[in-house]
T-cell receptor, first 117, second 114 residues
Framework: AQSVAQPEDQVNVAEGNPLTVKCTYS??????LFWYVQYPNRGLQFLLK??????LVKGSYGFEAEFNKSQTSFHLKKPSALVSDSALYFC???????????????FGKGTKLSVKP | KAGVTQTPRYLIKTRGQQVTLSCSPI?????VSWYQQTPGQGLQFLFE???????NKGNFPGRFSGRQFSNSRSEMNVSTLELGDSALYLC?????????????FGPGTRLTVL
């Protein structure tokens, strides 16, 4: 069965420092991986996705993610954190491998990112 | 381009009642999915609709149902509400059902069951 895991419930970073939010995956077939962010009382916003090709994916708001097949990881990164980056971050993958639909996403449990001034 | 809209934003119901939530996808998007978000279980997939047909269904009891209209708008219904149904219900739309299409989420409907 497809699964994604986020090993950290919370990540604390000082403003201006680099941040990493971790995600590992277990999928069969080609991995398609996504990162979403959720601000308080809001829905999820798409940040970036990995489909194929370059292992470093660039996304919205200065975020990027590094796909590592050997470590089955897809960590979210940002070189310099902002206080406004404080939010809940979700890693996700489609439940289907072929013939399945995008709508059927499985999510990690989420990582709360806290950026302090 | 308008985003995904969900109505109502907040609902308070009592046990045993039923509720209907509405979702309007982004114009041109034909796939609509519903998710339940709770602190304990996280984000769980409810069902997905494409062209008025339910394509996938998550592991929820039959009290949870949905439908999609010809204009791609979708509704979900929960009958005989239980306390455990209190959650944020999120709707998401995408252009199609391809595995690589990102989903766009609405702000959610916060349902509280008393």
């Amino acid at each position: 069965a497809q699964s994604v895991a986020q090993p950290e419930d919370q990540v604390n970073v000082a403003e201006g420092n680099p941040l990493t939010v971790k995600c590992t995956y277990s999928v069969s077939g080609n991995p398609y991986l996504f990162w979403y962010v959720q601000y308080p009382n809001r829905g999820l916003q798409f940040l970036l996705k990995y489909i194929t090709g370059d292992n470093l994916v660039k996304g919205s708001y200065g975020f990027e993610a590094e796909f590592n097949k050997s470590q089955t990881s897809f960590h979210l990164k940002k070189p310099s954190a902002l206080v406004s980056d404080s939010a809940l971050y979700f890693c996700a993958a489609p439940r289907g491998t072929y013939g399945g639909s995008q709508g059927n996403l499985i999510f990690g449990k989420g990582t709360k990112l806290s950026v302090k001034p | 381009k308008a985003g995904v809209t969900q109505t109502p934003r907040y609902l308070i119901k009592t046990r045993g009642q039923q509720v209907t939530l509405s979702c309007s996808p982004i114009s041109g998007h034909r796939s609509v999915s519903w998710y339940q978000q709770t602190p304990g279980q996280g984000l769980q997939f409810l069902f997905e609709y494409f062209s008025e047909t339910q394509r996938n269904k998550g592991n929820f009891p039959g009290r949870f149902s949905g439908r999609q209209f010809s204009n791609s708008r979708s509704e979900m219904n929960v009958s005989t509400l239980e306390l455990g149904d209190s959650a944020l219900y999120l709707c998401a739309s995408s252009r199609s059902t391809g595995l690589v299409n990102e989903q766009f989420f609405g702000p959610g409907t916060r349902l509280t069951v008393l």
